[in-house]
């Protein structure tokens, strides 16, 4: 992966655009998502795919967890995987991407 920096250099270069602080911050967390994303097991690669990308709730995780073989214990620590999902408020969440 590009070193961030770079990254941005070669933005600013090849389309002229100037990246504010938030917009940097942004591309970092999802591109670090996508790497954490990689390096899950296949199941829970599977799970987090079958999740809505629209908020959802811990409920609507449970269901959709337990039908790809997981235990709630997984659920619950893939669900606090803040390089993966978004907690928005008790009981609700919503992936990065």
Do not use: C, W
Request: aromatic share 12%.
């Amino acid at each position: 992966m590009a070193n961030f920096p770079e990254l941005f250099q070669h933005i600013h270069q090849t389309y002229g655009i100037e990246l504010n602080d938030v917009q940097k911050t942004f591309i970092e967390k999802v591109l670090l998502s996508r790497k954490a994303f990689i390096k899950l097991p296949d199941n829970h690669r599977a799970f987090f795919n079958a999740l809505p990308k629209d908020d959802f709730i811990t409920e609507k995780a449970i269901l959709v967890g337990r039908r790809k073989g997981l235990s709630r214990a997984t659920i619950f620590r893939i669900l606090g995987n803040e390089s993966l999902f978004i907690k928005l408020g008790h009981g609700l969440y919503q992936r990065l991407f």
